[in-house]
């Protein structure tokens, strides 16, 4: 098979994107990832960044264990303050490597994720935040998978189900009528993205922004609708202080979020014919919210109910559409961290601008340059 790869990237260009620990890890690994596998092992790489405030030892020490006894390389980059760092080192050191960001992004865990690229030993690779739970079969799909994409964007659904995990499922269902869901985890091969120069973590909405740099810099996505990797629950205060957040993501995909701005108008002119319309409405949405569990095997892991949350999901993102919008307009951005962020991904023109034709600019430039479109635009 033809590999479609960009032009290797030269060291000067590695420490301007990813800074000179960057750099030191990319010259270390690149013989260390053409090591073969050991025995039955599955020639990967897994990257799990991490930034804990309590020891995750309990949550995660049990599914490291068993991913190390699979796959061959499994990496845990861990942003977590000195002492849980310690903790966590003496629980996972012996079975994965556990790295400390090499380094240092507004969105923190584009750093943990590109500290780990550069470490890895393999060039099929996947990318997993902790709430994530791979079996061995997805394993070895994903990695066949990459075998012919340069980046892969499974399906995830939640187990065990309480009932913001249900309320969130809906919006998976909604998803999957068109280009998919978007999960915690992607695959993706290490040298295409390290040729692309890696991805900005100046976005709100990682992932897409990842996946958008593949696809600027030429590589092609496979999104198998009946790949479905399970993702733990947040507990409730999690999932509720995120409905704002996750509206915000919408910034990056300006007709999808002109069209959930325009839910609560309709919903409201709807409402004046009467409570009738709006019943008709929550039977169509559910409906479409069915559509898409049925589609890809999706009864296999969304029961019925799932479809019964739509309207539910919908009501909630009409509003929170606009929370959204005025976050942006009064306050500049939506709070992450310590700090608000404005930019939710940059937009596709300006990245196939700079991976294909200026591909050494730094992450933070094209972040700038984002804005700088922005404010003239409008």
């Not at 073969?36 to 599914?63: E, F, M, N």
């Not at 966590?88 to 790295?99: C, D, G, K, P, T």
């Not at 994903?142 to 249900?166: G, I, K, S, T």
Request: charged share 20%; aromatic share 8%.
């Amino acid at each position: 098979m033809e590999q479609v790869l960009l032009p290797f990237t030269p060291l000067f260009a590695v420490q301007e994107t990813l800074g000179p620990m960057g750099a030191l890890f990319f010259m270390e690994d690149v013989a260390a990832r053409a090591v073969p596998a050991k025995g039955d092992h599955l020639a990967l790489s897994y990257v799990l960044p991490i930034a804990a405030h309590v020891p995750q030892t309990r949550a995660l020490s049990g599914y490291l264990r068993r991913l190390s006894r699979t796959v061959d390389d499994v990496i845990v980059v861990d942003g977590s303050p000195e002492e849980i760092f310690d903790a966590h080192a003496r629980s996972w050191s012996s079975h994965v490597r556990h790295l400390r960001p090499g380094m240092q992004t507004t969105n923190g865990k584009v750093a943990g994720v590109m500290t780990g690229v550069q470490a890895a030993r393999h060039e099929c690779l996947i990318v997993a935040d902790d709430d994530v739970r791979y079996r061995h079969a997805e394993l070895v799909r994903m990695r066949a998978l990459l075998q012919e994409h340069e980046v892969v964007r499974p399906q995830n659904y939640f187990h065990p189900l309480p009932w913001h995990a249900r309320w969130d499922a809906a919006r998976s269902l909604l998803n999957r009528l068109g280009d998919g869901d978007w999960p915690g985890t992607l695959g993706v091969r290490r040298s295409f993205l390290l040729n692309a120069g890696g991805y900005s973590g100046e976005v709100l909405f990682e992932n897409l922004e990842l996946v958008r740099t593949i696809h600027a810099a030429g590589g092609r996505e496979a999104v198998p609708f009946d790949l479905f990797v399970v993702r733990r629950p947040p507990d409730t205060a999690h999932f509720l202080s995120q409905r704002v957040r996750q509206a915000y993501d919408e910034w990056a995909r300006p007709r999808r979020f002109a069209a959930e701005l325009a839910l609560l108008p309709a919903a409201i002119l709807v409402s004046r014919r009467g409570p009738g319309w709006l019943l008709a409405a929550a039977v169509c949405t559910m409906a479409a919210a069915e559509a898409g569990r049925r589609r890809g095997n999706g009864r296999s892991v969304f029961p019925a109910s799932s479809a019964l949350w739509a309207p539910a999901w919908l009501a909630e993102r009409a509003v929170t559409s606009w929370m959204a919008l005025g976050t942006r307009l009064i306050f500049g951005g939506v709070r992450y961290r310590n700090t608000r962020m404005r930019n939710a991904a940059t937009p596709r023109h300006i990245l196939e601008e700079n991976v294909g034709e200026r591909p050494f600019h730094t992450r933070a430039e094209l972040a700038a340059e984002s804005n700088t479109q922005e404010q003239s635009n409008g």
